[in-house]
């Protein structure tokens, strides 16, 4: 199906389809595309095809800046693009147009397990959004863009801050111990919440002002203040981050901001393979990142799996 689908998008983009192939392309999206699961209804072909051929340029993306790192693109299939990042795009278009006072900018969560895929999804997403709105290619460089991407793991703790805080654990022995919360790195009490509710409050009521924001740095390992500045030409904010979702110690309170929510599903053991091979490459040994992971990302799996039920709606990571 896929590949006869690719071919279908690529003759109708082209004006070489034939209109049992267009009713066919129309028909499949209702019926196994994200229209239904949106609530949106598939808009006329005309405006389908200008959309499509805005988003053309995903197709052959190599990698892009997203949330202040380089994320890298696999090549993205004509199915794909038709079936979940064409509805995507115009449900987030409708919705900044029609379904928030007027001037504010967007702000759609992308929330999900560790290594469900993410930063990945919200870096596509961004740049197709900038494509359906006429930026050549959504490129970080792109004059054009409208769409910029926030990373929840920008609001970590310092290093500085985890190595000199501590919590209460037990020992092997069984008796009380001090650790130092670096080494639970990624939970929920390793964030600064407080600090990213207030920048979610400056982007939702500041839609005129440029605001300057951290980004993670992936080589060191730790937060870099103002390295991201949302611009009053951004009236789209994805916002990706774990915990969006989460129902208690105050993170209950993030989706007041958020105008619109995605869960990214994927199952544990692709979350485990994923981010064991991420420890890996950042010169963990096995050990370490196996005991990382039983100490820290398998308890947010858990935490975090009712929170697609608060998503507006959820998505197979496809873009991994």
Not at 26 to 38: M, T
Not at 123 to 131: D, F, G, H, I
Not at 181 to 190: I, S
Not at 234 to 252: N, P, Y
Request: aromatic share 6%; net charge neutral; hydrophobic share 45%.
């Amino acid at each position: 199906m896929s590949n006869m689908l690719d071919e279908w998008f690529a003759s109708w983009v082209l004006g070489t389809a034939n209109d049992g192939q267009k009713q066919s392309l129309v028909e499949i999206s209702r019926s196994k595309g994200l229209w239904g699961q949106l609530g949106v209804e598939v808009p006329p072909l005309a405006d389908l095809l200008q959309l499509s051929q805005r988003l053309l340029p995903l197709q052959s993306l190599g990698q892009v800046v997203a949330a202040g790192i380089v994320v890298r693109l696999r090549p993205l299939r004509a199915a794909e693009l038709w079936l979940t990042l064409v509805p995507l795009c115009w449900t987030l278009l409708r919705l900044l147009q029609e379904s928030r006072p007027a001037g504010r900018r967007l702000l759609v969560g992308v929330s999900g397990a560790p290594g469900a895929g993410k930063s990945v999804f919200s870096a596509s997403l961004a740049v197709a959004v900038n494509c359906a709105f006429g930026a050549s290619s959504g490129a970080a460089s792109d004059g054009g863009r409208r769409c910029i991407v926030l990373g929840m793991d920008a609001y970590h703790r310092p290093n500085d801050w985890l190595e000199t805080h501590f919590t209460e654990c037990t020992a092997a022995d069984g008796s009380p111990a001090q650790v130092a919360m670096k080494a639970f790195k990624g939970a929920p009490d390793t964030f600064d919440l407080a600090a990213f509710i207030a920048d979610l409050g400056r982007l939702q009521s500041q839609p005129d002002t440029t605001i300057t924001l951290p980004v993670y740095d992936r080589t060191l390992h730790d937060p870099v203040q103002n390295a991201l500045s949302v611009e009053p030409n951004h009236q789209i904010v994805i916002v990706e981050g774990m915990f969006l979702l989460h129902d208690a110690g105050g993170f209950e309170t993030i989706k007041n901001y958020l105008d619109y929510n995605m869960f990214i599903e994927t199952s544990e053991e692709d979350c485990h393979k994923h981010l064991v091979e991420r420890k890996l490459r950042t010169g963990r040994s096995l050990a370490e990142a196996e005991a990382h992971y039983l100490r820290v990302d398998k308890p947010n799996l858990l935490r975090l799996a009712a929170g697609k039920q608060r998503a507006h709606v959820t998505l197979a990571n496809m873009f991994g």
